[in-house]
């Protein structure tokens, strides 16, 4: 009888915590990768979050569909939604390059790595390019940050420059608010994605220099990977709040 | 996940966007079916956590990791929902609070 308790006592514990092994069964520096990604979710999340209460703290709002309009290139106005589509688009597309990416260094294939990591910077810079476009277009109508068409403007003239972008009540402040809110959380946006086309392309340097390949494993392709979808994921909140809402 | 996998939720994620491009061109703007207000607001922020799921769980893996990994990393995210559900009330307050008191020169 005894013999039995002391034997379970003594037991080895082998469970994921009980040390000797790596919990997660992750690489440390992905783990520190999706920690970082979690605190810039809160980031973003304050911004956001700043935009809807500044939307609930103002008697209107501007009409997206009414503010981005046109198709560089194509049409000057009339088209909501269209550009901001092709832009969407694109990002998903080179999140899906991104993973093709992943899967190819999963097989150590350096040349596949290369390939789809070549479509993933283009995809990136070819959003930045839309964007660079989109913040042009919209300065020239007269929106930046402290600024809106009305900027300067006195009594009616302010309602008359403003209309076009309003199918509510017009108010100068929502237009302002709308105006800093859109080119500070983009621009931060913006900003990730530079910073992830730099990590691409470092990361492709450091494949065709046949890092990788010598070290045998590709893991700094998957923690790349992992912002560049993290981008992704952020612009997909950014245009459901921005345009679609 | 294999290629297969890659592209099937990639269409998943297409098809999501284009529900999404349907409603707002075609329901709200062209045809005029639906008008904006918060029925299609729940809409699209269903369409859009539903696109963040997909994502998350599978371009970023997180959904094949170790289940006490992927607590770790979503349990802190709460926080965020009792942010929008503080700052939105705070913002709704704000709205009445502006507008209806003038404020006055004190000479």
Redesign the interface.
Same mark, same amino acid.
Request: aromatic fraction near 18%; charge should be negative; proline fraction near 4%.
């Given at each position: 009888m005894s013999t039995t308790t002391v034997s379970q006592l003594d037991k080895v514990k082998d469970g994921?915590w009980n040390g000797g092994r790596s919990?997660?069964?992750?690489e440390y520096g992905k &783990?520190m990768m999706?920690?970082f990604l !979690?605190s810039d979710?809160?980031t973003f999340?304050?911004f956001l979050?700043?935009y809807?209460?500044?939307?609930?703290?103002?008697?209107t709002w501007i009409d997206a569909?009414k503010v981005f309009q046109s198709i560089p290139g194509i049409a000057e106005s009339g088209q909501?939604?269209?550009f901001v589509?092709i832009m969407?688009?694109i990002l &998903?597309m080179s999140?899906?390059t991104? !993973?093709?990416a992943v899967?190819a260094g999963h097989r150590n294939k350096k040349n596949e790595v290369v390939k789809w990591m070549l479509w993933t910077i283009l995809g990136g810079l070819c959003f930045l390019g839309c964007q660079a476009i989109e913040w042009t277009h919209l300065h020239h109508q007269g929106f930046w940050f402290g600024r809106n068409p009305a900027t300067g403007l006195e009594g009616e003239a302010v309602a008359e420059a403003l209309a076009p972008y309003f199918t509510k009540d017009i108010a100068y402040t929502a237009a302002l608010q709308f105006a800093n809110m859109f080119f500070t959380i983009t621009g931060f946006h913006g900003f990730h994605v530079s910073i992830g086309v730099l990590l691409n392309i470092i990361v492709l340097c450091k494949t065709l220099n046949n890092t990788f390949q010598k070290s045998g494993s590709y893991l700094m392709v998957e923690k790349v990977g992992?912002y560049w979808?993290?981008v992704?994921?952020v612009w997909?909140?950014v245009f459901?709040f921005f345009?679609?809402? | 996940?294999?290629?297969k996998g890659?592209?099937r939720v990639?269409f998943v994620?297409?098809a999501l966007?284009a529900l999404?491009?349907l409603i707002?061109?075609g329901f709200v703007?062209h045809w005029g079916i639906i008008e904006?207000g918060m029925f299609?607001?729940v809409v699209?922020?269903v369409?859009?956590l539903a696109?963040?799921y997909y994502?998350?769980a599978y371009?970023?893996h997180l959904k094949f990791?170790?289940s006490?990994?992927i607590v770790c990393?979503s349990v802190?995210?709460l926080?965020?929902v009792y942010?929008?559900i503080l700052?939105?009330i705070?913002?709704?307050f704000?709205?009445d609070a502006?507008?209806s008191h003038p404020v006055f020169p004190n000479n």
């Open positions: 994921p919990p997660w069964n992750l &783990i999706w920690f !979690v979710t809160f999340s304050a979050i700043m809807g209460a500044q939307k609930f703290a103002q008697p569909d909501p939604l269209v589509g969407t688009f &998903i999140s899906v991104m !993973v093709l899967d992992l979808h993290f992704d994921l997909v909140f459901t345009y679609l809402i | 996940m294999d290629k890659i592209w990639f994620l297409l966007t999404e491009f707002a061109l703007h904006k299609l607001n699209y922020i369409l859009t696109k963040a994502i998350v371009f970023m990791e170790k006490s990994f990393c802190g995210l926080f965020i942010f929008i700052l939105l705070e913002g709704d704000l709205l502006f507008q």
